[in-house]
């Protein structure tokens, strides 16, 4: 094993295993996307063999529907082969310096400064506790005002497993799916807290389809309206449709369902017709939730315009020009790239990081209930694009080194800019792609670069620890972000994606008693809360 040299700093065999673990963690990430795509493409091809039979107009339709998810499944795939390519080639050159004499110094890149600190874990997204020791998972009760039971009865009995819900000093952990849905569904005299509402809206559909949830919510609304008075019927209708405002604010994509979009319609048209007040708050809840997917839709259009345009370009090597050419300012570029992640990162809905998790079935009406949108893996896309073009941009210039030593310092002007401004996610692609093996062996290049602002970085996006100097500095951040000059915050994407799957693996969904684990709700919907 590599040790620090005499001079503080680390050997080269140490830097790359670093540097190894940025690379993993994008190659999972990937990876489990790769995985969601084949098996939407692989479940829409046998809904088309079993639909053979139907009309034309419905067959062309899943045929181009199919050949879009092929296409997104080709993509990704893609870039999975590159990354994984990359970590390859580093790993191979960890074990090859390694193998070497300890007094052997050669390096294609300076000392990047990392502490060596030993980290055991079996793989990217599994625990990264040591050997021998379990994986704990650490309540935080303070941070949700966590629904309280409605009388003494339900918590002098938490400790009874037949109970529908169970209480832990006066806080909800776990309950059966019956009893949670019925724990959100509003009355004339008791409305839901929000984080609970919040809570299970986002983590239920790991056990329930958002459609079939909505229409259970219907049917008891029905039933309640069905037993009340001229006078109440206003009262609870309104506490449902401020139960619906929530879910449209929050989960606005779970309605691009034509099921879900039908019961909306449903209970929304039944509720206006209890007062002329209640009639306003319908237009208006039905505009919001309109113009939100209308924008979503603009957005993937604009999206998909925009890859087949990158296509076109990236096959016309007429049209390709030197980034020195567009932007030769650090700071420019780093605003417009901030631009684009907040753009992106924005466009994400908190059910898509949920969705991701869902095992689909082989039964059913398989191409509804599949995730309806593709904005998280696109951010993902956009990391890999970036990083990619760090390292093209350095390496297809003239031999003239001069001229890459340019670039070079641009590019690691543009990552501290970036970390200025809170931008972590183009930090780190910017990053991995200056450690692309391309790059690396451009000994002379970088033995003329800025190496002190560099290790600096590497210093912060230090992978050793899980990361913990850069949670630390986006901590930081995070806590000026409510100040009124605080920045806006991008984090390191496919990081949070790996801490969500760590959560979502490590905490179980379901208890011996039957009982939902409502513990591992609210630790999903915390990570996800802290995006947002």
Known sequence: MAGPSENGTVSLSSASRG???????????????????????????????????????????????LKEEQNNFLRIYTQHQRLLQEYQAVAVDVFRKSAASSTQRTRSIPSVGMKNTVKKRASIFGTIVSDGQSAQVHERPNLFSLFHPTDSKSESNSNNTNQPLKFENGYLVSGSLSALVEHIIPTLSYYPDRTYVFAFLLCSRLKIKPHKLLAEIHDSFEVMMRSLSSSEKPTLSAYFLQLLSEWTDNFAYDFRDERSMKVFKDVTQQCATQSADLRKTVGGLQHTLFHR???????????????????????????????????????????????IE?????????????QTFVKEKSTGDIANDMKRTNNLEAYIEWFNRLSYLVATEVCILDKKIKNRIRVLDFFIDTACECFATNNFNSLMAIIAGLHMN????????????????????????????????????????????????????????SLLVKDLYMVNETIPLNLDNGHIN?????ELSQQVTNLL
């Open 342 to 354: 907040l753009e992106r990162l924005n466009s994400i809905g908190p059910e898509e990081f949920i």
């Open 518 to 522: 409502f513990a591992k709700f609210w």
């Open 293 to 339: 997917l209308s924008l979503l839709e603009k957005y993937e259009t604009n999206l998909q315009r925009i890859n087949a345009a990158t296509a076109e370009k990236i096959t016309d090597s007429k049209t390709q020009v030197n980034i020195m050419e567009t932007c030769d300012n650090p700071i420019t570029l780093t605003q417009q790239l901030t631009h």
């Open 438 to 493: 391309p790059v690396q062996r451009l000994k002379k290049t970088w033995a003329k670069a800025n190496n002190g602002k560099f290790n600096r970085l590497m210093d912060t996006m230090n992978p050793f620890g899980n990361f913990s100097n850069y949670r630390k500095a986006l901590k930081e951040a995070m806590d000026k972000k409510g100040d009124r000059k605080g920045r806006a915050v991008v984090p390191f994407f």
């Open 19 to 65: 540097i190894s673990d940025i690379f993993a963690v994008q190659l999972e990430v990937t990876g489990r996307l790769l995985e969601a795509e084949q098996s939407k493409v692989e479940l829409m091809e046998k809904e088309m063999r079993a639909n053979m039979q139907d009309e034309v107009s419905a067959g062309s339709m899943k045929a181009r529907a």
